[in-house]
T-cell receptor, first 114, second 113 residues
Framework: DQQVKQNSPSLSVQEGRISILNCDYT??????FLWYKKYPAEGPTFLIS?????DKNEDGRFTVFLNKSAKHLSLHIVPSQPGDSAVYFC?????????????FGKGTLLTVNP | ETGVTQSPTHLIKTRGQQVTLRCSSQ?????VSWYQQALGQGPQFIFQ???????GRGNFPPRFSGLQFPNYSSELNVNALELDDSALYLC????????????FGPGTRLLVL
């Protein structure tokens, strides 16, 4: 039972355009969401996060949108750069207590073409 | 740079053997979690240690065990290795006061033959 789903295994965009990566979740207890970027032979790098009390969070070229009623979040990258080419993982957790176990999607491979 | 390091980077073992993977994080990172990432999958939570005690476990059998030490280092031990244990093993730690965000090390790639 996959609680976090990234239905697009890959996405290809042109440099300078917008990249939109999508993520859906099924567990209504999730209240904290994160995006990680992963290059080959490296560990996941934290990119941006959002709490369920917000519907948007921005950090430079990266914006995450959360739609709680649809159990959907998306990561927007504007403008996309070739260095953004990587696998992007969506992750979710239930905050509170001492256990912030992350549940990950399978990832989306983003390719930004020059 | 997350300040989380792992060793070794790569490892080859045979079925039935035992393996120990190591992780080191910085001062102030009081919680460590281990994840297994199989090919084509997202990382899966194995377990978490807080103040040297296990305080959360995913759907992994008891032959996966761990330790956390006072010097912010930790170990993942896997006994009786199976072919399906071949994966990237990731260690993640959290800052005190920023527990909701986990910072990952580069991982150890384990191949079981």
């Amino acid at each position: 039972d996959q609680q976090v789903k990234q239905n697009s295994p890959s996405l290809s965009v042109q440099e300078g355009r917008i990249s939109i990566l999508n993520c859906d979740y099924t567990n209504s207890m999730f209240d904290y969401f994160l995006w990680y970027k992963k290059y080959p032979a490296e560990g996941p790098t934290f990119l941006i996060s959002i709490s369920s009390i917000k519907d948007k969070n921005e950090d430079g070229r990266f914006t995450v949108f959360l739609n709680k009623s649809a159990k959907h979040l998306s990561l927007h990258i504007v403008p996309s750069q070739p260095g953004d080419s990587a696998v992007y993982f969506c992750a979710a957790s239930v905050s509170g207590g001492s256990n912030y176990k992350l549940t990950f999607g399978k990832g989306t491979l983003l390719t930004v073409n020059p | 740079e997350t300040g989380v390091t792992q060793s070794p980077t790569h490892l080859i073992k045979t079925r039935g053997q035992q393996v120990t993977l190591r992780c080191s994080s910085q001062s102030g990172h009081n919680t460590v979690s281990w994840y297994q990432q199989a090919l084509g999958q997202g990382p899966q939570f194995i377990f978490q240690y807080y103040r040297e005690e296990e305080n959360g476990r995913g759907n992994f059998p008891p032959r996966f065990s761990g330790l956390q030490f006072p010097n912010y280092s930790s170990e993942l031990n896997v006994n009786a290795l199976e072919l399906d244990d071949s994966a990237l093993y990731l260690c993640a730690s959290r800052l005190i006061g920023r527990e909701e965000t986990q910072y990952f090390g580069p991982g150890t790639r384990l191949l079981v033959l």
